[in-house]
């Protein structure tokens, strides 16, 4: 009987340090895109990129509001901002749109493609 408690105490404490792994990994990998969006991703090269990134050219609102740190507000300014001035050829551009500042360029530039 000790034994089969020591086991059974052995697997709860296992089941425990796996539990708190992913909760850990959950936790410093950010979401991508808002939740019940596209998959999610910390780094990745230019072909995941263009993949997955939203393009700001060509993007409705609806489509940047779902992008992390771009508000309604924003994205409702990005797609005016396009429509009165032409596409974005830079991303630094998106610093003429209100709403948007370097920290926030900063913070959608790994989720945002120009094409």
């Known amino acids: 009987m000790r034994e089969r ?3 059974q105490v052995l697997l709860a404490v296992g089941l425990l340090v796996v539990a708190a792994v992913i909760a850990y990994q959950t936790a410093k990998t950010p979401s991508l895109f808002l939740e019940g969006s596209t998959p999610t991703f ?13 393009n700001v ?9 779902g992008v ?3 508000t309604e507000t924003m994205a409702e300014n990005i797609v005016s901002y396009r429509t009165q001035n ?5 991303e630094s551009e998106l610093l003429n ?3 948007i500042g370097e920290v926030t360029l900063e913070k ?3 989720y945002i ?3």
């Not at 050219?57 to 509001?65: Q, S």
């Not at 032409?86 to 830079?90: K, S």
């Open 57 to 65: 050219n060509a993007a409705t609102a609806e489509e940047l509001a």
């Open 108 to 110: 959608i530039r790994p």
């Open 97 to 99: 749109v209100q709403g």
């Open 113 to 115: 493609t120009l094409d």
């Open 68 to 70: 992390k740190y771009i």
């Open 42 to 54: 910390t780094e990745y090269t230019a072909a995941e990129k263009s993949r997955y990134a939203v």
């Open 86 to 90: 032409g596409r974005f050829y830079a």
């Open 5 to 7: 408690s020591a086991q």
